[in-house]
């Protein structure tokens, strides 16, 4: 069982920044991927970013160029730089640490509040 935390959330104005972090109880190595995912209420799940062991990264298009993932290996702990923050970015955060191997299995944290707003 990986045990995944998500820290860093708060109440942001607008055009503000913020960095989220997550970490996880596992060796870099056991790591096929983590990921942000966010939820705001009435709407679903949506992808934010990913990145690989190896560094790939993906992004959601309504992020691009705003938000940062990257990644500390030696902590096995993923973090999520955000700039220029707009209310439609107000969500729970939510990270998400995918195993290697073909037993792949997914964990979940907590969720962190990220309320962007006047």
């Known amino acids: 069982q990986v045990k995944v935390v998500e820290s860093g959330g708060g109440l942001v104005h607008p055009g503000g920044s913020l960095r989220l972090s997550c970490a996880a109880s596992?060796?870099?190595?056991?790591?096929?991927?983590m990921g942000w995912y966010r939820q705001a209420p009435g709407r679903e799940r949506e992808l934010v970013a990913t990145?690989?062991?190896?560094?790939?990264?993906t992004y959601a298009d309504s992020v691009k160029g705003r938000f940062t993932i990257s990644r500390e290996t030696a902590k096995t702990t993923v973090y999520l730089q955000m700039n220029s923050l707009k209310p439609g970015d107000t969500a729970g955060y939510y990270c998400?640490?995918?195993?290697?191997?073909?037993?792949?299995?997914?964990?979940w944290g907590q969720g962190t509040q990220v309320t962007v707003s006047d």
């Open positions: 596992a060796s870099i190595a056991s790591m096929q991927r």
């Open positions: 998400k640490f995918t195993t290697s191997g073909s037993n792949s299995q997914e964990y």
């Open positions: 990145i690989t062991r190896g560094g790939s990264t």
